[in-house]
């Protein structure tokens, strides 16, 4: 079933709200999943992946840019998935290390081998330096070339 479910988190400035909506693609439409306890603050231009049953939601934009991280546990998602309520699911927030990325929105970001990749968006600092989080450690490097 979870080759069927598509989550997303956030939008477009115009439709912001910190609620995690769900569609599959043998139905039309999407659902709003109610996730309880602590929530990320409402944002859009961010990105997500997903790795081993979690989805990671990191940096975007609201009022400013942020540089915060979160953890959403997708296993009680996919097993409820006819349901609106998700009454396990919960949001962490992680406490990354290292060399990580400041306020940023618009980046790209993928998952290979264990590590998300981070790469080019609109940051507080001028600089566009590739950054990799290691999922199991929370640490972030700065890619050299």
């Given at each position: ?6 989550e997303?988190f956030g ?11 769900k569609?599959t693609?043998?139905?039309r439409?999407?659902?709003?999943l ?7 603050d409402r944002?859009s231009?961010h990105?997500?992946c997903?790795?081993e049953?979690y989805?990671y939601?990191?940096g975007?934009?609201?009022a400013?840019a942020?540089?915060n991280?979160w953890?959403l546990?997708?296993q009680?998602i ?5 349901t ?6 919960q949001?962490?927030?992680l406490?990354t290390?290292?060399?990580k ?6 980046n ?10 981070s ?6 600092t001028?600089?566009?330096n ?15 070339s």
């Open positions: 079933m979870a080759d069927q479910i598509t997303s939008g477009d400035l115009a439709f912001i709200k910190p609620d995690l909506i569609g693609k043998f139905y439409g999407w659902n709003e109610k996730v309880t306890g602590k929530l990320p944002r231009y990105v997500s997903v790795h049953g989805m939601a990191f975007g934009l609201d400013g942020m540089n991280f953890r546990e997708l009680n996919i097993e409820g998935s006819n609106n309520s998700v009454a396990d699911a949001w962490e927030l406490d290390k290292g060399d990325p400041g306020q940023i929105s618009h790209t970001a993928f998952v290979n081998d264990g590590k998300i990749y790469f080019g968006g609109i940051a507080s001028s600089d566009s590739f950054f990799v989080l290691d999922i199991a450690s929370l640490k972030w490097n700065i890619l050299q």
